[in-house]
C-alpha cells in the first residue's frame, strides 16, 4: 500500500498541544506526518509548502488555534489568508488543493488530532504519490520569491 | 560544521516499547553533523542528565538533540543540563518521539522510521540555531484578579498581603459571588455567609487592594510582567463617592424586578444593592428597568437621596491599568433549568433547582428562610430531590460530574428535615460521590440517621397534578417503577462556566477545554497556571469544585503571583525577529503584520528595526516581508527549509 509521506506545520500553542493530548490519551493514529513546531501558525510561509511538495511531501498539513484563540492575537486569521490565495497557485502549478490541507485543532482536542490525521492520510492516500521531487513534472516548481 | 549530539531516552518502556531505540541511534549516528548518539533508560534522571554533560565536554558537541518526550516538559530540564556544561541553553533542542510518536503509533517499523525523520529534522534545525541570552525585561509588581468570589477574594488577599497592590476586578455591583447566596455549606454547615463576609469586608477594606466592582475586562495587551488593560466600570448611576449605603433610594423605589439574587423568586428595586451585606454597599440603577429610563419619569431616589448621589446623566467609564499578572477566578453558573425537558424546561414553578433552595434555606432569602414553595407559599411535605440533574448525560447535556451536587443535595436534604419536621425528602441518585474530607460520614448521616430516603434511579418526567408535581422514576435496586407526588422538586444541577467568561476568555487569549472551563498549563504538575505566562487560575472557572477546593487552589494561584513578582526583573525568550538592514527596502509591509507594535520605522536609515522586547515572536511578519530581510531567530527560513527536507528522509 502507498503510504504518503505527509509534513505538518503546527502552532506550537494549539495544535501541538493538541497532538501531545492525543499522545498523553494514547490514541493511535497513521503515522505518515512528521510535526515541525511553529510558534504560530502565521509563521508559515506558502514558500514553505511549496518546498515540502518538491522534496517529497505527497501531503502538507497545517494546523492552527480555533479562529479568535490565536495566542498572538490574530495569527490564524493571517493563516487562514494566506493558505486562500495560495490554494489558487497550487491549482495553477497543477497541483491538486486537496494535498494541502488547514485546520483549527485546538490543545483540548486531542482526539481531533488524531481523526484529522487518519483522515488526512486516506485521503492523500486516495490522490497517490505526488512525486514532484522525481523530476515528473516538478521542474516548474520553483522558488516563489526569496533566492534564500 | 557544528557537532551535534543526539540522546535518545528510552522513557521506560514508553518509547523503546515502540520505538527500535537502538535502530535510531545506529541510523542518525551516520546523519551529516552527528557527531555522537546514545540511547539510555531514563535521560531526565540525574544519571541521565550527567550523561548529556559528559558528552557535551567530551566529544565537544556544540548542539544537542534530546529525543524524549514532548518539549513541554523536559525542554527547560536539559537547556539547563547544557548550560551547566558550558553550552549555550539555546543549542539544545527536544525531538518529541513520546507524544508524537511512540504512544500514537503501534507499529513498531513505522514508529522507528517516524522517530528518525523527528529527530534528523531537528538535528538539521539545531545546525543552524544561534546562541542566544534571553532579554531582560521590567516587571510590574501590581496583580489584576478577575472575579470577585470567594476565590477572587482569596487570591486577592494573599497577593496583597505579601505587600503588592491588587485590583480585584468583578462584574457584579458586589464581590462575593456564589459563596454569598449560599445558606449552609456541607459538611459542616457553617453559615455561608457568616463565613465569607469577613473575607469581603477585610477585602474591601484592604490597603493594597481596590475594587473595581461593576466592571468588566474589556482589552488587554503586553505579556507578563507589563500588561496594560482596560477595564470598563459600568454606570451605577449613583456617585458611590458621595454615597453612604443608607439604603433610603432601594426601598422608596416603586418598581419590582425579580431578584437575580434571590434567583427570581422575591424582588427587588430598579435601584438596588444586591443583598444586605454587600461589598461595597452601594446600589446601582438598573436601567432596563428604571421608570426614569424607560418612562422618563418618577425620579423617586433622587428626591429621597439627602447626599444628592443620584446621577442620571453617570456614563460608562474605560480606564486602563498596567499590571505584572492576572488571576482569573470568574467561577460557575449552574445549568438553566430550561434545558430540562424532562423536569419541565423550567416552566413549572415548584420545580427549582439548588441554588433557589440554597435562597430558600437562608436567613436572608425570600422567605426568611422558611423553606416555602415559589408556586403558593406552602410549606412542601413531601420533597423531591433530583441528582445528577443534566449531569453524567453526555448525549443530551454535560458529560461531567459537578463534583458538589451529591454533597449538596445530602445537605437540602437534612438542612430540610431539620426545618419542616413531619416532612419527607426523597433523593433520587445515579451514585452518591462523597471524595472530601468527612464527606463520607456527612452523606451516612443524612442517609441512615435523618430519616432521607436514597432511590438508586434517575427521574424520568415530572409534571403537574392539581397543586402537586408527580415525579416518575425508576428504583434500579428493586427494578421498579416509582412514582411520587411532591410538593416540591429540586434539581441538583451541576456548574457551567460562568456566563460572558467565553468571551472574557477569547479576550485574554485563555484557552479552554471543550466544556468551557479554563485550560491548565498542566493537568497534574501547574493545575494553578495557565500555559499564557502570567494568567493564574483559580476556581470553578477550571472545573467543578467545592469551596476548600477553591479556596486551596485561589491560595495556589495567589502564590504563583507573589513567587512572580518577587523577581527583580523577568527574562523574555529571544526567539524574537530580526532584520538584515542590507536587505530591508523599508517597505514597512511588516509594521502592519506585526500585532504588537513592535516595529518602528528608522526614518534616518529608512529600514524597519524591531524592538525585541515587544516582540513575542510569533513570526507573522517574516512571511509578510516581500525581500526576505527579516527572518526570525532560530526559526529562520533556511532552518526550514532542512526540517522539511529533513523530515521527509531526503
Not at chain 1, 504560530?40 to 497545517?62: K, M, N, T, Y
Not at chain 1, 484529522?116 to 504519490?129: I, K, S, Y
Not at chain 2, 510569533?618 to 529562520?636: D, E, I
Request: net charge negative.
Amino acid at each position: 500500500m502507498f503510504e504518503p509521506k505527509i509534513v505538518c506545520f503546527l502552532c506550537k500553542w494549539c495544535t501541538y498541544a493538541g497532538a501531545d493530548l492525543a499522545g498523553t490519551s494514547r490514541l493511535e493514529y497513521a503515522p505518515n506526518g512528521v510535526n515541525i513546531r511553529f510558534m504560530c501558525s502565521s509563521r508559515l510561509d506558502p514558500e514553505h509548502i511549496l518546498w515540502a511538495f518538491q522534496r517529497g511531501a505527497d501531503g502538507v498539513f497545517v494546523g492552527g488555534c480555533h479562529p479568535g484563540d490565536c495566542h498572538y492575537q490574530d495569527g490564524n486569521y493571517k493563516t487562514l489568508r494566506r493558505m486562500e490565495l495560495f490554494r489558487r497557485v497550487l491549482k495553477q502549478f497543477g497541483l491538486n488543493d486537496r494535498r494541502l490541507r488547514l485546520e483549527w485543532v485546538s490543545a483540548a482536542e486531542g482526539k481531533r488530532f488524531a481523526e484529522v490525521m487518519d483522515e488526512f492520510t486516506e485521503q492523500v492516500r486516495a490522490l497517490g504519490p505526488l512525486q514532484l521531487g522525481s523530476g515528473k513534472g516538478g521542474q516548474h516548481v520553483g522558488s516563489a520569491k526569496k533566492s534564500s | 560544521m557544528k557537532r551535534i549530539g543526539v540522546f535518545v531516552c528510552h522513557c521506560g518502556i514508553n518509547i523503546a516499547a515502540t520505538v527500535d531505540v537502538e535502530k535510531v541511534v545506529e541510523e542518525v549516528r551516520r546523519y551529516p553533523g552527528v557527531a555522537h548518539a546514545e540511547h539510555y533508560q531514563y535521560m531526565c534522571s540525574d544519571p541521565g542528565q550527567k550523561l548529556v554533560q559528559e558528552a557535551i565536554d567530551k566529544h565537544k558537541l556544540d548542539g544537542v538533540i534530546v529525543a524524549a518526550c514532548s518539549p513541554t516538559l523536559h525542554e527547560v530540564t536539559f537547556r539547563r543540563a547544557s548550560e551547566n556544561a558550558g553550552l549555550n541553553p539555546y543549542q539544545c533542542e527536544i525531538a518529541n518521539i513520546r507524544e508524537q510518536c511512540s504512544w500514537v503509533h503501534a507499529d513498531r517499523g513505522a514508529a522507528t522510521r517516524k522517530a528518525i525523520r523527528i529527530i534528523e529534522s531537528l538535528v538539521e534545525k539545531v545546525k543552524y540555531d544561534e546562541s542566544l541570552t534571553p532579554l531582560s525585561v521590567p516587571l510590574t509588581k501590581r496583580a489584576m484578579v478577575v472575579g470577585g468570589g470567594v476565590a477572587g477574594i482569596q487570591a486577592a488577599l494573599d497577593v496583597a498581603n505579601s505587600g503588592y497592590e491588587v485590583l480585584l476586578v468583578e462584574k457584579q455591583p458586589s464581590i462575593g459571588g456564589h459563596m454569598a447566596q449560599l445558606s449552609e455549606t456541607f459538611p459542616t454547615l457553617d453559615c455561608s455567609q457568616c463565613i465569607l463576609t469577613p473575607k469581603m469586608v477585610e477585602a474591601g477594606q484592604h490597603k493594597n487592594i481596590r475594587l473595581l466592582t461593576y466592571s468588566e475586562v474589556e482589552e488587554i495587551s503586553g505579556y507578563v510582567g507589563n500588561f496594560t488593560v482596560k477595564i470598563r466600570k459600568k454606570a451605577a448611576y449613583v456617585n458611590w463617592d458621595a454615597c453612604t449605603g443608607c439604603g433610603v433610594c432601594t426601598e422608596k423605589c416603586p418598581k419590582k424586578v425579580d431578584s437575580e439574587f434571590n434567583c427570581n423568586m422575591g424582588s427587588r428595586g430598579a435601584i438596588y444593592t444586591m443583598f444586605p451585606q454587600a461589598v461595597p454597599n452601594y446600589p446601582v440603577i438598573d436601567r432596563d428597568n428604571c421608570l426614569y429610563f424607560t418612562k422618563g419619569r418618577c425620579r423617586i431616589c433622587e428626591k429621597v437621596c439627602d447626599l444628592k448621589a443620584i446621577d442620571y446623566e453617570q456614563k460608562d467609564e474605560v480606564v486602563e491599568e498596567q499590571v505584572g499578572a492576572i488571576v482569573v477566578a470568574t467561577g460557575y453558573d449552574t445549568l438553566p433549568l430550561d434545558q430540562l425537558g424532562e423536569y419541565g424546561y423550567g416552566k413549572l414553578p415548584d420545580v427549582i433547582d439548588g441554588m433557589a433552595f440554597e435562597r430558600l434555606l437562608s436567613a436572608s432569602g425570600p422567605t426568611g428562610g422558611e423553606i416555602r414553595r415559589p408556586s403558593d407559599g406552602k410549606v412542601p411535605k413531601e420533597i423531591v430531590f433530583v441528582q445528577c440533574a443534566g449531569s453524567r448525560d453526555p448525549e443530551k447535556h454535560l458529560p461531567y460530574c459537578s463534583k458538589i451536587c451529591c454533597m449538596y443535595t445530602a445537605k437540602h436534604a437534612l438542612l430540610y428535615k431539620h426545618r419542616v419536621h413531619d416532612g419527607q425528602p426523597y433523593v433520587f441518585y445515579i451514585d452518591v460521590r462523597t471524595g472530601g474530607k468527612s464527606y463520607e460520614e456527612f452523606y451516612h448521616r443524612v442517609s441512615e440517621e435523618e430519616g432521607v430516603v436514597y432511590i438508586r434511579g434517575k427521574v424520568s418526567r415530572v409534571f403537574q397534578d392539581g397543586d402537586q408535581l408527580i415525579v416518575w422514576g425508576v428504583d434500579t435496586l428493586t427494578g421498579k417503577k416509582v412514582e411520587i407526588a411532591a410538593d416540591l422538586v429540586v434539581l441538583a444541577t451541576g456548574m457551567i462556566p460562568s456566563a460572558g467568561s467565553q468571551a472574557l476568555f477569547s479576550t485574554l487569549k485563555l484557552a479552554s477545554d471543550e466544556n468551557g472551563f479554563l485550560s491548565e498549563a498542566h493537568p497534574k504538575l501547574r493545575p494553578v497556571e495557565s500555559i499564557q505566562a502570567g494568567f493564574y487560575l483559580a476556581g470553578a472557572a477550571q472545573g467543578p469544585r467545592d469551596i476548600p477546593e477553591t479556596v486551596a487552589q485561589a491560595s495556589g494561584a495567589a502564590s504563583k503571583v507573589i513567587a512572580l513578582f518577587s523577581q527583580e526583573k523577568l527574562f523574555h525568550e529571544p526567539i524574537v525577529a530580526c532584520v538584515d538592514e542590507d536587505l530591508c527596502s523599508g517597505c514597512k509591509v511588516c509594521i502592519s503584520a506585526c500585532p504588537y507594535d513592535a516595529r518602528e520605522f528608522d526614518e534616518k536609515e529608512g529600514i524597519v528595526r524591531v524592538n525585541e522586547l515587544l516582540c513575542e515572536g510569533c513570526g507573522a511578519c517574516v512571511v509578510s516581508c516581500p525581500s526576505g530581510a527579516t527572518q526570525q531567530k532560530n526559526l529562520t527560513d533556511e532552518q526550514i527549509r532542512e526540517m522539511v527536507k529533513a523530515s521527509l528522509g531526503e
